[in-house]
């Protein structure tokens, strides 16, 4: 189960390139790479010349340098020194010399189970060429493809999908990115490397009975690895789910690999892997499988060992604040969800935060992009208090933040401290910890779980949460937690604390405040803290309590390419309609979409549940929502807040209200 990176390679110092010749399938295969499990070749169309040019790949890695050194007889240096006016002129001018392309090979069977070759001719994604162009492109092509061999155009992106829309499919044959990869057999999901035991089980109730003994050197594989999967190896799949379901925000946190691998059943049974030790690799272009013939010399991965410190929760009497007064040194009395929250409430107020940092890194041979981000947002030539200017109002007019009120964690310790009972059940699982008996550990939690919803609340605490109200809390609300032990380098701690999303009331509201306290001391929850060295002691709870804004779309998005961490453009976002609640908790399969952010554009990767595309007036916000979310970066993961870089990705959960307006509902750092 291996892809090579390259097939059919040149000797060093060899160039096949060819000029003119009519495309047969050797001569492809001659030429081509392999990219994503797809042989590959690279195209140059010359309307000056009338010819085009079939780029050996091993040779040629770019386009544009063939173009510029080999067509037009320029030095690299000089390339590089005006790049960005060098794309522009063949990816962007409608009437430019080049047409630059790939063709890529595949395969797939008819309904009569015999094997169907065909190729798929595609731009870049960034290539903004209008639909008679693009008609042009193909035609040129088709007549120079061995005719044996169907050729279908991809659009690159929602615009070249919208300049096809009125030309036909019988003069350019189509097909489009979802169609294409939607039912891949294998994808890769978070790129890693393990050695381990395969541990395959066919449904959940088979891996119910093994779960307690699964370890740090399992990998496990099943249709769809469950929220609550225990720290091991690595993770496969046998059904879809997407780079944002929360198992694999737990691989990509723990930097374990993560792929859908739909043959794997199979492959099991051919090569006997269930129980094997194996050797599993996942890039964006490989994903292996490798039976060992003999138990490896494993030692505990460096996690085993990992030991988190907390700064200390500040305890004393801290009043309920609306999140708008909240920033981001709240983070050790309120909880960092609330923390974030009330800074981005600051920073669409103030207008005043530094949102280009990220593009102001050098980009080599770019010094910078503030050129792109001034084309984005509609400037010529700006100075830079100009560009962060029309940034943060860009930011502020698209998208807002929730109203609500934090409740600190002085509530929570109010609470704890006011039952005897409570203090005992601590008591009691603070020693299992310190003893690591496990045995007894998950018995001990759902004690104290069920004191926690059941213990009558101090009436000063009732009373603090009842003002942030007046009178009684009108209409429907939502309780989202609000961890100290969360959101942290090493241990994201995704979907691992309750959130309500349906509470009436003040009663359903007190309810509902107790439930996210008791999730603080789930079996689950505690395990994972106590793997990583987080005492119970330095750990507390925070509330968020919002109003239900009702949704007509939402979802996650994150400020970066997760199966691709090198590329710097674009920006993930997933969607379904209706509240983002459902994309978070894996109950359907979202809309995924991939947004430029630097040259522009953007592309549907599948369509998941939903069988129609959203409207290209709803892509085009979507378009704006994801810019939003790459300014942010700049701000939430730079040096003002403690991050280390502006490289560093957001996660951002958001949605689009009935009448068409963005809320973001939490914004936090994304494990890398």
Not at 76 to 105: E, K, Q
Not at 462 to 480: C, D, H, K, N, W
Not at 539 to 564: E, K, W
């Amino acid at each position: 189960m291996t892809t090579q990176l390259f097939t059919g390679a040149a000797e060093p110092g060899t160039d096949r390139t060819v000029i003119g010749e009519h495309l047969s399938l050797p001569l492809f295969r001659t030429l081509s790479g392999v990219l994503a499990g797809h042989p590959y070749l690279k195209v140059v169309v010359d309307r000056a010349e009338h010819t085009w040019h079939l780029l050996d790949t091993a040779a040629h890695p770019f386009h544009v340098n063939y173009i510029a050194t080999r067509v037009l007889g320029m030095e690299l240096a000089a390339l590089d020194a005006d790049l960005d006016a060098f794309n522009a002129s063949v990816y962007m001018d409608p009437g430019r010399r080049f047409l630059l392309g790939v063709l890529s090979l595949h395969t797939e069977q008819d309904t009569e189970g015999r094997e169907r070759t065909f190729l798929v001719l595609e731009t870049t994604e960034a290539d903004t060429m209008h639909g008679e162009l693009l008609a042009f492109f193909y035609e040129f092509t088709r007549e120079r493809v061995d005719s044996r061999l169907p050729v279908l155009l991809k659009p690159a992106n929602h615009g070249q999908e919208e300049e096809l829309a009125a030309i036909s499919e019988l003069r350019v044959p189509r097909i489009l990115s979802h169609e294409l990869f939607g039912s891949r057999t294998r994808t890769p999901l978070n790129p890693g490397d393990a050695t381990g035991r395969l541990r395959y089980f066919r449904t959940h109730e088979e891996y119910a009975v093994a779960e307690a003994a699964l370890g740090w050197a399992d990998i496990v594989a099943m249709p769809c690895l469950p929220d609550d999967v225990p720290r091991v190896a690595g993770f496969l799949n046998t059904a879809p789910i997407t780079p944002l379901s929360h198992t694999n925000v737990l691989a990509s946190g723990w930097g374990i690999p993560n792929a859908i691998v739909r043959d794997l059943d199979q492959l099991v049974d051919r090569d006997q892997l269930d129980d094997a030790w194996v050797r599993y690799r996942v890039r964006e272009d490989e994903i292996l499988l490798e039976r060992l013939d003999h138990e490896p010399d494993l030692r505990a991965p460096a996690w085993h060992q990992q030991r988190i410190r907390l700064e200390p929760p500040l305890l004393e009497d801290t009043p309920v604040l609306a999140l708008h007064r909240l920033r981001s040194a709240d983070r050790d009395r309120y909880g960092t969800k609330a923390a974030n929250l009330g800074e981005l409430h600051h920073v669409l107020d103030s207008r005043s935060a530094d949102l280009i940092a990220f593009y102001g890194r050098p980009r080599p041979p770019r010094e910078d992009l503030h050129g792109h981000l001034a084309a984005r947002l509609g400037l010529d030539a700006p100075s830079t208090a100009e560009l962060r200017s029309r940034a943060a109002d860009f930011v502020a007019t698209t998208v807002g933040a929730p109203e609500g009120v934090a409740l600190p964690f002085a509530l929570q310790q109010h609470f704890l401290a006011s039952s005897p009972a409570l203090q005992q059940g601590i008591g009691k699982l603070k020693m299992a910890l310190e003893l690591d008996a496990t045995d007894v550990l998950d018995s001990l939690c759902l004690q104290l779980q069920h004191l926690i919803r059941h213990t009558p609340l101090p009436e000063s605490v009732t009373r603090q949460i009842s003002q942030a109200f007046p009178g009684a809390p009108g209409g429907r609300l939502v309780v989202r937690s609000s961890s100290n032990a969360e959101d942290l380098p090493g241990f994201s701690a995704a979907g691992v604390y309750d959130s309500v999303t349906t509470v009436h009331g003040t009663g359903e509201l007190l309810d509902a405040v107790r439930q996210v306290w008791a999730s603080l001391v789930s079996p689950r929850s505690v395990r994972l803290r106590h793997q990583v060295g987080i005492s119970l002691d330095d750990t507390y709870m925070g509330v968020i309590i919002q109003d239900y804004v009702p949704a007509s779309l939402g979802g996650v998005l994150v400020t970066c390419n997760p199966t691709r961490r090198e590329d710097f453009r674009n920006v993930y976002l997933n969607c379904s309609p209706g509240s983002p609640e459902q994309v978070v908790d894996g109950s359907v399969l979202p809309q995924q979409y991939l947004y430029n952010t630097v040259e522009g554009g953007g592309r549907t990767v599948a369509l998941g549940s939903f069988g129609e595309a959203l409207s290209a007036a709803t892509r085009a916000r979507l378009a704006d929502l994801s810019l939003a979310g790459r300014l942010l970066q700049s701000h939430f993961s730079g040096s003002e807040l403690g991050g280390a870089e502006v490289d560093k990705p957001l996660d951002i959960e958001w949605l689009m209200t009935e009448q068409g307006d963005f809320r973001l509902v939490q914004i936090r750092p994304y494990a890398l």
